[in-house]
């Protein structure tokens, strides 16, 4: 991006992440795909493989960097695309219901561990993008999330670079 487009890519992103937690919706540090009509987030820091699941899923790629859960009126979560691209600059502007959420760890075998509940709601909250600094707005991100997190839980993905993962999230 030139700097200008840079400058509207972090103003839109900072009013997004503003905005959507008033109408049930948080950015997430994480990538998504969609196969067989449901969507999965992979979060993660940088570096933790986000665009690599992406790009190995051979799945619809919603996004590989920054991805929208909503959680719906009747209290069902699904995942968005976004503008905000990573590596890959792709993905989809759809909305799919919610299949899976995983906390990525890069490993020599594939398999998915169970978090406890104050691991799933720590983890989630450390990927969730946000730029207000006011309690009230915590309260917000903290409630939205939790009951997310409810509807869907948050395991450890470990993974190996190739597509073994597929087998293990659905």
Do not use: W
């Not at 699904?78 to 959420?101: A, H, I, M, W």
């Not at 009951?147 to 993905?157: A, D, P, V």
């Amino acid at each position: 991006l030139n700097d200008h487009a840079a400058s509207v890519d972090a103003a839109v992103r900072i009013a997004a992440s503003l905005l959507f937690p008033y109408e049930n919706g948080l950015l997430i540090h994480g990538s998504s795909i969609s196969f067989g009509g449901q969507g999965y987030v992979f979060l993660g820091q940088s570096g933790s493989g986000k665009s690599t699941i992406a790009e190995l899923s051979e799945a619809i790629v919603l996004n590989d960097e920054i991805s929208l859960i909503r959680l719906k009126e009747d209290g069902s979560v699904s995942v968005c695309g976004t503008p905000f691209y990573g590596d890959l600059k792709q993905g989809r502007n759809l909305e799919f219901p919610l299949g899976g959420l995983f906390l990525l760890k890069q490993d020599e075998v594939t398999f998915v561990e169970a978090l406890e509940e104050f691991q799933q709601t720590m983890s989630f909250l450390k990927c969730v993008v946000s730029f207000a600094r006011d309690l009230d707005s915590f309260d917000l991100l903290f409630d939205l999330s939790k009951r997310i997190l409810e509807g869907k839980k948050l395991s450890l993905l470990h993974f190996e670079k190739n597509r073994k993962f597929m087998e293990v999230i659905a």
